[in-house]
């Protein structure tokens, strides 16, 4: 039912900075947390930054606090995640996803129905 879409992935400098972006289709993408989460070669996918379906909370993951911030438009069905001070451990595969749930923000992968294809980040010392 829900379909997402993400971009603006690529190759950057440590330090540099990114955002990524997620089209989701459908008029209750407002209703839905929303999750970006991450995924490096060999590990498992891991939780990096959401919002609640109002936009009014957010949660981060110890890494990213201070770097990374999530941020939705709802009239443009669109969320972003702008990405500073990257470190080449951020290099992975990030995947946005929606939740099962809008008033608060889930961790857990099994709390996201839906996945984007997902857009490769890749920061270079």
């Known amino acids: 039912q829900v379909q997402l879409v993400e971009s603006g992935g690529g190759l950057v400098q440590a330090g540099g900075s990114l955002r990524l972006s997620c089209a989701a289709s459908?008029?209750?993408?407002?209703?839905?947390?929303m999750g970006w989460f991450l995924q490096a070669p060999g590990k498992e996918r891991e939780f990096v930054a959401g919002?609640?379906?109002?936009?009014?909370?957010?949660a981060y993951a110890d890494f990213v606090k201070g770097r990374f911030t999530i941020s939705r438009d709802s009239a443009k069905n669109t969320v972003y995640l702008q990405m500073n001070s990257l470190k080449p451990e951020d290099t992975a595969t990030y995947y946005c996803?929606?939740?099962?749930?809008?008033?608060?923000?889930?961790?857990?992968?099994?709390?996201?129905?839906?996945w984007g294809q997902g857009t490769q980040v890749t920061v270079s010392s």
């Open positions: 459908g008029r209750t993408f407002s209703t839905n947390a």
């Open positions: 996803a929606a939740a099962l749930y809008g008033q608060y923000v889930p961790r857990g992968r099994d709390e996201y129905g839906y």
């Open positions: 919002i609640t379906g109002s936009g009014s909370g957010t």
